[in-house]
């Protein structure tokens, strides 16, 4: 398998996270070219701020290994890591990151910060960004705008009963 294919793989656990009204981010974690992690965004279902996709898919991938270091695994991820994700990665150890569309507003891979090559941390990882770019940041955009439409519709319907 490729990147093109474990980004689809990431794409697919994104969709789960549409599927219920989460914002759609999705990730996977290979080892030897077969997925031991996955994850999707379930902040809003579970109230909590720390269920990114990413974090969900190194926790299972560390399980399935039997140890918190990922250091032959990479992970793909359809949008650029946040700073907390990015400090997960970072203390994974996971050496290569694979990544679809940037996140100009929290991206702290290459947009905001580069914090996964910053010298000064024990550990460095190698980015590939813009895998699938564009069917991940469609995916995104799409949500938002549906997410936009349902409140603008909601807020007429209020405002016609009052």
Not at 20 to 40: L, M, S, T, W
Not at 65 to 73: A, F, K, N
Not at 74 to 80: A, F, W
Not at 125 to 154: D, N, P
Request: aromatic share 6%.
């Amino acid at each position: 398998m490729n990147h093109e294919d474990y980004m689809l793989a990431a794409l697919n656990e994104a969709q789960k996270a549409e599927r219920i009204r989460e914002v759609p981010i999705g990730a996977v974690v290979v080892y030897r070219d077969k997925v031991i992690g996955r994850g999707y965004n379930l902040r809003e279902q579970e109230q909590d701020p720390l269920l990114h996709a990413e974090i969900l898919a190194i926790r299972e991938a560390a399980r399935n290994l039997g140890s918190w270091r990922l250091e032959d695994c990479t992970l793909y991820v359809t949008l650029e890591p946040c700073p907390m994700c990015a400090g997960a990665i970072l203390q994974a150890r996971i050496p290569h990151l694979v990544y679809g569309a940037k996140d100009p507003k929290a991206g702290c891979v290459d947009s905001l910060y580069h914090l996964l090559q910053d010298e000064r941390f024990n550990h460095q990882t190698e980015v590939t960004a813009g895998i699938l770019q564009m069917e991940c940041r469609e995916m995104l955009q799409s949500f938002f705008r549906s997410l936009r439409s349902a409140r603008k519709h909601k807020k007429q319907t209020d405002s016609m009963t009052t």
